[in-house]
T-cell receptor, first 113, second 112 residues
Framework: ETGVTQSPTHLIKTRGQQVTLRCSSQ?????VSWYQQALGQGPQFIFQ???????GRGNFPPRFSGLQFPNYSSELNVNALELDDSALYLC????????????FGPGTRLTVT | DQQVKQNSPSLSVQEGRISILNCDYT??????FLWYKKYPAEGPTFLIS?????DKNEDGRFTVFLNKSAKHLSLHIVPSQPGDSAVYFC???????????FGKGTHLIIQP
């Protein structure tokens, strides 16, 4: 059973640029969620995709957007990067059942300068 | 406004003793609670969960207790082992597409 993988591991961008982060779900999982973890904080829910549709969103502006592909892999896109976007971005997958556990990838560390 | 609070940033426990990690929540709509463990440079790893219809769930050395009236849950680890040293996150959800709401975490240090 393959776990959740994310790429790249680390990324440095300049304020105002755009970034795309990638995630491959655990085998058999059809739901992907993205979280932002700032230093010293717990992960914060960005949004969730189920069968290629966004079906839940946290308190993040529209410049955070995503995609889920037919193989259930996913992308997180962030436009017009701000310094406060510097964080660890975590992807989690689950089997889509109500109240099921989410399994996290190792994260992508984004630094915005 | 933090809906899930872990008021102890760190906790030090001797190997073999019981570790008790606490978590409080404010949203009475939360239906399901989870504990995750995180090592540096890794994503959080699911440990144990509990539904709001239960008050206790056990899995090996890990037990989670839920007190709904107090909006409080705790994770007990007994006996504590050196490999338990990590950051522990409490999380809660209403289920469905709501995502998980996390606390800030408690850094557990097991002393030999």
């Amino acid at each position: 059973e393959t776990g959740v993988t994310q790429s790249p591991t680390h990324l440095i961008k300049t304020r105002g640029q755009q970034v795309t982060l990638r995630c491959s779900s655990q085998s058999g999982h059809n739901t992907v969620s993205w979280y932002q973890q700032a230093l010293g904080q717990g992960p914060q829910f960005i949004f969730q995709y189920y069968r290629e549709e966004e079906n839940g969103r946290g308190n993040f502006p529209p410049r955070f957007s995503g995609l889920q592909f037919p193989n259930y892999s996913s992308e997180l896109n962030v436009n017009a990067l701000e310094l406060d976007d510097s964080a660890l971005y975590l992807c989690a997958s689950s089997d889509g059942k109500l109240l099921s556990e989410q399994y996290f990838g190792p994260g992508t560390r984004l630094t915005v300068t | 406004d933090q809906q899930v609070k872990q008021n102890s940033p760190s906790l030090s426990v001797q190997e073999g003793r019981i570790s008790i990690l606490n978590c409080d929540y404010t949203n009475s709509m939360f239906d399901y609670f989870l504990w995750y463990k995180k090592y540096p440079a890794e994503g959080p790893t699911f440990l144990i969960s509990i539904s709001s219809i239960k008050d206790k769930n056990e899995d090996g050395r890990f037990t989670v207790f839920l007190n709904k009236s107090a909006k409080h849950l705790s994770l007990h680890i007994v006996p504590s082992q050196p490999g338990d040293s990590a950051v522990y996150f409490c999380a809660a959800t209403r289920g469905g597409a709501d995502g998980l709401t996390f606390g800030k975490g408690t850094h557990l240090i097991i002393q030999p």
